[in-house]
């Protein structure tokens, strides 16, 4: 408890490791999670340090185990991920996985590049046979034609005499040649165009398209790909044709001159498409079994690489001492855990055989350590609403232990609803039960976890739920009457036709009969049916708001005094402390009084007399109390009192601090002075005498804190000292103010709530019940179902958070701030538990 | 163009706004230089890059490391991030992402007739590229023999068809010519680029056309120092200048009369931006070249580009800048390889503030 109060007390360490084992322990404090270590060589940089080569000998093996993740999901193997935590490799058996790792990587390279060659030969050659196929529609085509004589028709300048510019072309030597080849679709367009204008029409182009999708050998994509066959007069075109299919990447074939050619080639093609088909079929299968057998053992390295790369990330940090045949580190560490600490040293040697044991040896220093608080998973919840504000500054008063009551309580106080509460509760319920269940815990749904890590907290405000709303008697916006009413109608209205007549009846407390006495538990339910059932409900929960306004408030205020009395500084419990409380307790206090004796001095009886505490509070700033009629006797002389003392309290609260300060920083000063002092006034020799022992006692207690930090030599700034003061001294007294009507969102929202339920039942359920037919009963069944749906999303989701939300503020702003400073850095302890667990985190993927 | 454009801005250019402000961030420091030129090899150099925006870049690779494989990465992830905001634009962000990567498309072209000339393979040409500026007709540029058939056969299907109005000649294609054609191509696409920022108005105006004016002026000065020793005749000089510059019309009829180093830097003095550059490099402490010094200049502009919202000279800005930074990165591993540890200070840094 006090751990949970306060946080852990902390020590610097200095942890001496013998070079032989310094791997072996650190490993071993990884496993634990104990202690902090801190950077010894901040000055150097990343790459000068000691072990920067295993460290890149880690990444090397992280590059090659990346690679086989990847290429064990591309052929969709599913990689079991155990919970098998294999401790860190010893230095010695780090040769062995980087062989079998550099063996597989190897391995793998060699048979997928084999594969990769396989796959592009056997595209090459189905885009050959479908080439071959398509242009021998082409030809077919053309010499279909070629009676015709229309086969040139496209060229302008041939078309005046084709065959004799066919023969003079022959007579020059110019051959006609053929290149044939493969494009993507998308180029085909462009590519004609260059080839007409480059060529200015010495060729003709003729294309198709290939039915099927080939796989491009680059991306792996399925693309369409179309079959082009270009006949081209003389060599000079030929270079130009091409070199602009290299330029738009055509897939270039030879092209049969004749029939026979044609398919004699198209015969070997399908045969060797047939071997090939054989061939890569059996290099898959191996390349599988090679990545299966990877598989088995690829999580447990990956765990292992991470935990050694972690091990000489922590090695780095340390330094070495003269002799170089230790390591030194510096740890911040629990006290407590300084045996285990021992301990997890002691094993690390002893696993490493070393002759001479490393051991800690703990450092004074004035550095504030950083602030631990252990929790479980009860308390973490409520310990990450604190966090989330501000991690404590260390051994400060941690607000968490009382944030367990106090938040469950203000939200309930605005969900106030029996029947929320009971939903609520038994949702948490269920996930407290299956916490342990593997799919609710592992799950990658952001939202989900956020409900789930606060299941305790959701719980709790469940049941303080349920709580507030008995004491409110709301349940799905209707009343429960479980004791029976205390009111009666029988004892006013006697005659049955007053009863049938109105529409509205009045009950009189103050005739005998009709009440008779308190309901025990909560708000009488014939509340439920009274017309000025608001006014009622909104002056009781507008005060309860304040009361528990105050009450919290004022809790945060004494809280201070802890912190003031641990961090030695008593004058803050008279300069701080001391007027805070009276301006709080003066001013907003007694309105709290007034609430009361008003609630319990008037009754039905007197109703009519009872006063207007707003009216009487005002006044009570005012100084006026003439006009209206004293609460009771002596009024006016306390609320002068209390004013007179609230203002007083603000200059002292305003000076007292930076005052006492500088007095006690110039104390030597003073001193000299008082003696001076003495020499003229010798009968006041006492007070000085007083003043010297008050400052010795100061001294003592000053002397006391230098102890424990070795130099503290803060310089004093009186103007810095007056600002801080100045600025805190305002924010309090403002702030008591804003808070304390910042505190009527309890009213608010509670009444928000209940008025919304009530909404949703005389919009929905009302009017499903109205319905007194047999087919009512089926109209009820999808009115219900509406009134779920509502109920849980607007009532429960959008209403719960938001109430959430408020309490969470009312905690943060308005508790926290009255003592807690948070300005703290959390423990972060080197642990392997903490390094990310699944491999898509790790970037490897 | 609408009046307030700031109000629909970021209807369909907030998205790719963002990215690239979010792209800037990554943009190296001056501890990460400090850093970077403290390494003693090229591994050490990967090993500081992984901690950067670069992270993974160099390490996946299984070759050796060499300056050339560093290189190509980086324009490799400039590219990626480039065609990653290009294809996410709309118009006229698209045109305006476009007319970016004309300017590479350039400077391919004429390298690869250059390349032509001295009979090198395509294959061989085509990796030295830059990716940016590729297009589909790249390989077929060796097949002209004269600018008016470059344009015809190959390049009039290209968006740089549109520059080469004033290009098109039919002398052979020599080297000079070459470089001349690059330069009447550059003067057509920036006066292009120009009037398109002009017309776009608004704070892209603002911020492009003094950037555009700047490139112009450092490409008429650099035409201009280049010429010396050529047989460039100083009325051919002036058909090369670009227009949209500062320097026009005055400035560049006193380029085009100058004969030596003296006085195109009498020139740089009526112009205060210029004076700078041109003065004599004792003020610094170590001796800068003039093309350092104009891209010294030209990161400060890019920088001040990230001051405003709602334009698209973040855009051209960013890509100046991760190219300067690549160019940096380059310089600092050329360094490294070639232990010249003495000069390894000359890169320039960009967003000098942020450290």
């Given at each position: 408890?006090?751990?949970?109060?306060?946080?852990?007390?902390?020590?610097?360490?200095?942890?001496?490791?013998?070079?032989?084992?310094?791997?072996?322990?650190?490993?071993?404090?990884?496993?634990?999670?104990?202690?902090?270590?801190?950077?010894?060589?901040?000055?150097?940089?990343?790459?000068?340090?000691?072990?920067?080569?295993?460290?890149?000998?880690?990444?090397?093996?992280?590059?090659?185990?990346?690679?086989?993740?990847?290429?064990?999901?591309?052929?969709?193997?599913?990689?079991?991920?155990?919970?098998?935590?294999?401790?860190?490799?010893?230095?010695?058996?780090?040769?062995?996985?980087?062989?079998?790792?550099?063996?597989?990587?190897?391995?793998?390279?060699?048979?997928?590049?084999?594969?990769?060659?396989?796959?592009?030969?056997?595209?090459?050659?189905?885009?050959?046979?479908?080439?071959?196929?398509?242009?021998?529609?082409?030809?077919?085509?053309?010499?279909?034609?070629?009676?015709?004589?229309?086969?040139?028709?496209?060229?302008?300048?041939?078309?005046?005499?084709?065959?004799?510019?066919?023969?003079?072309?022959?007579?020059?030597?110019?051959?006609?040649?053929?290149?044939?080849?493969?494009?993507?679709?998308?180029?085909?367009?462009?590519?004609?165009?260059?080839?007409?204008?480059?060529?200015?029409?010495?060729?003709?182009?003729?294309?198709?398209?290939?039915?099927?999708?080939?796989?491009?050998?680059?991306?792996?994509?399925?693309?369409?790909?179309?079959?082009?066959?270009?006949?081209?007069?003389?060599?000079?075109?030929?270079?130009?044709?091409?070199?602009?299919?290299?330029?738009?990447?055509?897939?270039?074939?030879?092209?049969?001159?004749?029939?026979?050619?044609?398919?004699?080639?198209?015969?070997?093609?399908?045969?060797?498409?047939?071997?090939?088909?054989?061939?890569?079929?059996?290099?898959?299968?191996?390349?599988?079994?090679?990545?299966?057998?990877?598989?088995?053992?690829?999580?447990?390295?990956?765990?292992?690489?991470?935990?050694?790369?972690?091990?000489?990330?922590?090695?780095?940090?340390?330094?070495?001492?003269?002799?170089?045949?230790?390591?030194?580190?510096?740890?911040?560490?629990?006290?407590?855990?300084?045996?285990?600490?021992?301990?997890?040293?002691?094993?690390?040697?002893?696993?490493?055989?070393?002759?001479?044991?490393?051991?800690?040896?703990?450092?004074?220093?004035?550095?504030?350590?950083?602030?631990?608080?252990?929790?479980?998973?009860?308390?973490?919840?409520?310990?990450?609403?604190?966090?989330?504000?501000?991690?404590?500054?260390?051994?400060?008063?941690?607000?968490?232990?009382?944030?367990?009551?106090?938040?469950p309580?203000?939200f309930a106080v605005m969900f106030g609803d029996l029947g929320h509460g009971i939903i609520m509760a038994v949702f948490a319920f269920w996930m407290v039960l299956y916490e342990?269940d593997?799919k609710l815990?592992?799950t990658r749904n952001e939202i989900w976890n956020t409900f789930f890590?606060g299941r305790?907290i959701i719980l709790m405000m469940g049941l303080f739920s349920i709580y507030t709303g008995l004491i409110y008697n709301d349940c799905f916006s209707k009343s429960l009457n479980i004791f029976g009413s205390?009111?009666?109608?029988?004892?006013?209205?006697?005659?049955?036709?007053?009863?049938?007549?109105?529409r509205v009846?009045?009950?009189?407390?103050?005739?005998?009969?009709?009440?008779?006495?308190?309901?025990?538990?909560g708000i009488d339910p014939i509340w439920n049916l009274a017309t000025n059932r608001l006014?009622f409900l909104n002056?009781?929960k507008?005060?309860?708001?304040?009361?528990?306004?105050?009450?919290?408030?004022?809790?945060?205020?004494?809280?201070?005094?802890?912190?003031?009395?641990?961090?030695?500084?008593?004058?803050?419990?008279?300069?701080?402390?001391?007027?805070?409380?009276?301006?709080?307790?003066?001013?907003?206090?007694?309105?709290?009084?007034?609430?009361?004796?008003?609630?319990?001095?008037?009754?039905?009886?007197?109703?009519?007399?009872?006063?207007?505490?707003?009216?009487?509070?005002?006044?009570?700033?005012?100084?006026?109390?003439?006009?209206?009629?004293?609460?009771?006797?002596?009024?006016?002389?306390?609320?002068?009192?209390?004013?007179?003392?609230?203002?007083?309290?603000?200059?002292?609260?305003?000076?007292?601090?930076?005052?006492?300060?500088?007095?006690?920083?110039?104390?030597?000063?003073?001193?000299?002075?008082?003696?001076?002092?003495?020499?003229?006034?010798?009968?006041?020799?006492?007070?000085?005498?007083?003043?010297?022992?008050?400052?010795?006692?100061?001294?003592?207690?000053?002397?006391?804190?230098?102890?424990?930090?070795?130099?503290?030599?803060?310089?004093?700034?009186?103007?810095?000292?007056?600002?801080?003061?100045?600025?805190?001294?305002?924010?309090?007294?403002?702030?008591?103010?804003?808070?304390?009507?910042?505190?009527?969102?309890?009213?608010a929202l509670s009444l928000a709530h209940a008025q919304l339920s009530e909404v949703l039942w005389a919009m929905v359920m009302r009017i499903g019940l109205r319905m007194d037919t047999t087919l009512g009963v089926f109209f009820l069944v999808p009115v219900f179902g509406l009134f779920a749906v509502l109920t849980v999303s607007i009532l429960l989701v959008m209403e719960g958070l938001s109430a959430f939300l408020h309490a969470?503020?009312?905690?943060?702003?308005?508790?926290?701030?009255?003592?807690?400073?948070?300005?703290?850095?959390?423990?972060?302890?080197?642990?392997?538990?903490?390094?990310?667990?699944?491999?898509?985190?790790?970037?490897?993927? | 163009?609408?009046?307030?454009?700031?109000?629909?801005?970021?209807?369909?250019?907030?998205?790719?706004?963002?990215?690239?402000?979010?792209?800037?961030?990554?943009?190296?420091?001056?501890?990460?230089?400090?850093?970077?030129?403290?390494?003693?090899?090229?591994?050490?150099?990967?090993?500081?890059?992984?901690?950067?925006?670069?992270?993974?870049?160099?390490?996946?690779?299984?070759?050796?490391?060499?300056?050339?494989?560093?290189?190509?990465?980086?324009?490799?992830?400039?590219?990626?991030?480039?065609?990653?905001?290009?294809?996410?634009?709309?118009?006229?962000?698209?045109?305006?992402?476009?007319?970016?990567?004309?300017?590479?498309?350039?400077?391919?072209?004429?390298?690869?007739?250059?390349?032509?000339?001295?009979?090198?393979?395509?294959?061989?040409?085509?990796?030295?590229?830059?990716?940016?500026?590729?297009?589909?007709?790249?390989?077929?540029?060796?097949?002209?023999?004269?600018?008016?058939?470059?344009?015809?056969?190959?390049?009039?299907?290209?968006?740089?068809?549109?520059?080469?109005?004033?290009?098109?000649?039919?002398?052979?294609?020599?080297?000079?010519?070459?470089?001349?054609?690059?330069?009447?191509?550059?003067?057509?696409?920036?006066?292009?680029?120009?009037?398109?920022?002009?017309?776009?108005?608004?704070?892209?105006?603002?911020?492009?056309?003094?950037?555009?004016?700047?490139?112009?002026?450092?490409?008429?000065?650099?035409?201009?120092?280049?010429?010396?020793?050529?047989?460039?005749?100083?009325?051919?000089?002036?058909?090369?200048?670009?227009?949209?510059?500062?320097?026009?019309?005055?400035?560049?009829?006193?380029?085009?009369?100058?004969?030596?180093?003296?006085?195109?830097?009498?020139?740089?003095?009526?112009?205060?931006?210029?004076?700078?550059?041109?003065?004599?490099?004792?003020?610094?402490?170590?001796?800068?070249?003039?093309?350092?010094?104009?891209?010294?200049?030209?990161?400060?502009?890019?920088?001040?580009?990230?001051?405003?919202?709602?334009?698209?000279?973040?855009?051209?800005?960013?890509?100046?800048?991760?190219?300067?930074?690549?160019?940096?990165?380059?310089?600092?591993?050329?360094?490294?390889?070639?232990?010249?540890?003495?000069?390894?200070?000359?890169?320039?840094?960009?967003?000098?503030?942020?450290?």
């Open positions: 408890m006090c751990s949970l109060l306060r946080g852990e007390e902390m020590c610097l360490a200095q942890l001496f490791l013998q070079s032989g084992s310094a791997y072996d322990c650190i490993s071993e404090l990884g496993e634990l999670g104990l202690v902090e270590f801190r950077d010894l060589n901040p000055s150097v940089n990343a790459f000068q340090r000691k072990y920067v080569n295993e460290i890149k000998k880690c990444e090397e093996m992280e590059r090659i185990l990346g690679y086989l993740l990847r290429e064990i999901k591309k052929a969709d193997i599913s990689l079991p991920e155990r919970d098998v935590n294999p401790v860190a490799p010893l230095p010695k058996h780090v040769m062995t996985i980087m062989e079998q790792l550099q063996r597989l990587e190897v391995e793998l390279g060699e048979v997928t590049r084999n594969k990769e060659k396989l796959q592009k030969n056997l595209l090459e050659l189905t885009e050959y046979t479908h080439m071959l196929r398509i242009t021998r529609n082409f030809v077919q085509r053309t010499a279909e034609r070629e009676p015709l004589q229309v086969q040139y028709e496209e060229f302008p300048f041939l078309e005046k005499d084709t065959v004799m510019d066919y023969s003079s072309m022959q007579r020059l030597g110019a051959k006609l040649g053929f290149i044939s080849g493969l494009i993507h679709r998308v180029k085909i367009e462009a590519f004609e165009r260059m080839l007409w204008r480059v060529c200015k029409g010495y060729t003709i182009l003729s294309y198709a398209e290939i039915d099927e999708y080939l796989e491009d050998p680059d991306t792996g994509e399925p693309t369409k790909s179309v079959v082009f066959l270009i006949s081209y007069w003389g060599d000079q075109i030929g270079q130009k044709v091409k070199k602009i299919c290299d330029c738009y990447h055509c897939h270039l074939y030879p092209y049969p001159s004749s029939n026979e050619e044609r398919n004699d080639v198209v015969e070997g093609l399908r045969t060797r498409i047939q071997d090939l088909h054989t061939v890569l079929h059996r290099t898959e299968d191996y390349l599988r079994q090679v990545l299966i057998k990877a598989s088995e053992s690829v999580y447990t390295w990956v765990v292992q690489v991470k935990k050694m790369k972690a091990i000489y990330y922590i090695l780095n940090l340390c330094s070495f001492d003269v002799t170089n045949k230790c390591l030194i580190a510096e740890v911040w560490c629990p006290i407590n855990d300084i045996p285990m600490l021992r301990r997890a040293l002691e094993e690390g040697s002893r696993k490493s055989g070393a002759t001479v044991p490393s051991f800690v040896n703990r450092i004074p220093t004035t550095d504030t350590p950083p602030t631990l608080i252990r929790t479980n998973k009860f308390t973490s919840g409520f310990q990450n609403i604190v966090d989330a504000y501000g991690v404590g500054t260390y051994r400060e008063v941690n607000p968490a232990p009382f944030t367990i009551i106090t938040f309580f203000l342990n593997r815990k592992n890590e305790y205390g009111w009666s109608v029988k004892a006013m209205y006697k005659d049955i036709n007053d009863i049938r007549e109105n009846l009045m009950l009189d407390p103050n005739v005998t009969g009709v009440f008779r006495g308190p309901y025990p538990l006014t002056s009781y507008m005060k309860m708001s304040v009361i528990l306004g105050v009450i919290h408030m004022s809790f945060g205020v004494v809280l201070s005094t802890y912190n003031h009395l641990y961090f030695r500084k008593k004058y803050n419990l008279y300069l701080v402390f001391l007027p805070e409380l009276l301006f709080l307790l003066c001013l907003f206090g007694y309105l709290v009084f007034m609430i009361f004796y008003k609630w319990l001095f008037f009754s039905a009886k007197n109703s009519r007399q009872a006063p207007s505490i707003l009216i009487h509070f005002i006044n009570m700033f005012l100084m006026q109390g003439d006009a209206v009629q004293p609460l009771y006797p002596g009024q006016t002389g306390l609320q002068v009192f209390l004013v007179v003392i609230a203002v007083f309290s603000v200059p002292v609260l305003l000076l007292g601090k930076p005052i006492y300060l500088y007095w006690l920083h110039n104390g030597s000063h003073h001193l000299r002075m008082y003696r001076g002092y003495e020499r003229v006034r010798r009968n006041s020799e006492e007070e000085v005498y007083l003043m010297r022992a008050h400052d010795m006692e100061e001294g003592n207690s000053h002397s006391d804190l230098s102890s424990s930090g070795e130099h503290h030599t803060e310089e004093f700034d009186f103007a810095d000292e007056f600002l801080h003061q100045a600025i805190h001294t305002i924010e309090f007294c403002l702030g008591c103010i804003s808070n304390t009507a910042s505190y009527l969102r309890l009213w969470l503020r009312l905690h943060w702003v308005e508790f926290q701030n009255k003592f807690y400073s948070g300005t703290g850095v959390k423990f972060s302890p080197f642990s392997f538990s903490l390094l990310p667990s699944s491999f898509e985190n790790d970037g490897l993927l | 163009m609408a009046v307030c454009q700031e109000l629909s801005f970021n209807v369909d250019h907030g998205y790719l706004e963002g990215l690239v402000r979010g792209m800037k961030a990554g943009i190296l420091t001056q501890t990460d230089y400090h850093n970077l030129s403290q390494c003693d090899t090229l591994e050490d150099m990967k090993l500081h890059l992984q901690s950067t925006d670069y992270g993974k870049l160099l390490s996946s690779s299984e070759e050796d490391l060499t300056v050339s494989l560093v290189d190509s990465k980086l324009k490799e992830i400039l590219v990626t991030e480039f065609s990653c905001l290009r294809t996410n634009a709309l118009p006229p962000l698209s045109t305006f992402l476009d007319y970016i990567t004309y300017s590479y498309m350039i400077d391919n072209v004429v390298m690869l007739i250059t390349g032509a000339l001295k009979h090198r393979d395509v294959a061989e040409l085509l990796p030295r590229c830059h990716p940016l500026g590729a297009f589909d007709q790249m390989a077929a540029v060796g097949i002209a023999r004269t600018p008016s058939e470059l344009y015809s056969a190959i390049l009039v299907d290209t968006p740089l068809a549109q520059f080469f109005q004033d290009a098109v000649s039919e002398s052979n294609l020599d080297e000079m010519e070459a470089e001349i054609l690059r330069n009447k191509l550059y003067k057509a696409y920036l006066e292009s680029f120009h009037s398109f920022c002009k017309n776009l108005g608004g704070a892209t105006k603002d911020i492009m056309c003094p950037v555009l004016e700047f490139e112009a002026d450092r490409r008429a000065f650099i035409i201009t120092v280049n010429s010396f020793g050529t047989d460039l005749s100083g009325a051919d000089r002036s058909t090369l200048y670009p227009s949209c510059g500062k320097l026009y019309p005055e400035g560049l009829q006193l380029l085009a009369k100058a004969e030596d180093h003296e006085q195109v830097k009498a020139v740089a003095n009526c112009y205060p931006d210029f004076k700078v550059i041109f003065e004599d490099p004792e003020s610094g402490s170590d001796c800068k070249t003039l093309e350092d010094r104009f891209f010294e200049q030209e990161v400060k502009m890019n920088t001040l580009a990230f001051l405003q919202q709602f334009h698209f000279g973040v855009f051209y800005s960013y890509i100046k800048l991760k190219e300067q930074e690549s160019r940096n990165i380059i310089w600092i591993a050329e360094c490294v390889t070639q232990r010249q540890k003495s000069k390894i200070h000359n890169y320039i840094p960009i967003f000098k503030g942020t450290n």
